[in-house]
């Protein structure tokens, strides 16, 4: 089946990084994405990983991809307080021949100074 | 270049209305995906339109419909609201290419059913 899991909450202290993590089920996912949203927004796409990386980075963003335990991660490196938000992990999953996203519940970060 | 563009951003329905939400994708894109995020629930994916034909399907009964346009807009429409319908409906354009879900979304569409 379709699943994708994340830890809910995460609190962080500015300047340290954080790492979100998540767990998928759908070994054919092509794509895996990391979006943030912000209150009152829409999903911003972050940065996403093919299957065949196991690592991305983008500025401070790391993104790194276990496969084998089908693990994703997000490390934001030197955390502000813009960056608090809630981060959706979200896999495409093949439905009918054609892509869809599943997400998670979303990871609420909050950064303190 | 303009980013997904969803209308109204804000609506409240009263229990058996129909509502139409409207979604213009990013120029070019021709794939169009309808997703509720409510609290309970999260982000749940409703349809995804291409090329003027639905390709996908989530798991909603038929009261949820949409369509697309051959300019690519797309519309969904909810009929014989129900209270637990509230939520805030995010539309997603994407150049449509089935290995690639590239998504961009729009801020949503945040209806409340009272």
């Known amino acids: 089946g379709e699943d994708v899991e994340q830890s809910l909450f995460l609190s962080v202290r500015e300047g340290d990084s954080s790492v979100i993590n998540c767990t998928y089920t759908?070994?054919?996912?092509?794509?895996l994405y990391w979006y943030k949203q912000e209150p009152g927004a829409g999903l911003q796409l972050l940065t996403y990983?093919?299957?065949?990386?196991d690592m991305k980075q983008d500025q401070r963003l790391t993104v790194l991809l276990n496969k084998k335990d089908k693990h994703l991660s997000l490390r934001i490196a030197d955390t502000q307080t813009g960056d608090s938000a809630i981060y959706f992990c979200?896999?495409?999953?093949?439905?009918?021949?054609?892509?869809?996203?599943?997400f998670g519940a979303g990871t609420r970060l909050a950064v303190h100074p | 270049k303009a980013g997904v563009t969803q209308t109204p951003r804000y609506l409240i329905k009263t229990r058996g209305q129909q509502v139409t939400l409207s979604c213009s994708p990013i120029?070019?894109?021709?794939?169009v995906s309808w997703y509720q995020q409510t609290p309970g629930q999260g982000l749940q994916f409703l349809f995804e339109?291409?090329?003027?034909?639905?390709?996908n399907k989530g798991n909603f009964p038929g009261r949820f419909s949409g369509r697309q346009f051959s300019n690519s807009r797309s519309e969904m429409n909810v009929s014989t609201l129900e209270l637990g319908d509230s939520a805030l409906y995010l539309c997603?354009?994407?150049?449509?290419?089935?290995?690639?879900?590239?998504?961009?979304f729009g801020q949503g569409t945040r209806l409340t059913v009272v």
């Open positions: 979200a896999e495409s999953a093949l439905s009918g021949g054609y892509n869809k996203l599943i």
């Open positions: 759908d070994s054919s996912s092509t794509y």
């Open positions: 990983i093919f299957s065949n990386m």
């Open positions: 120029s070019g894109h021709r794939s």
């Open positions: 339109y291409f090329s003027e034909t639905q390709r």
């Open positions: 997603a354009s994407a150049t449509g290419t089935a290995m690639n879900t590239e998504a961009f």
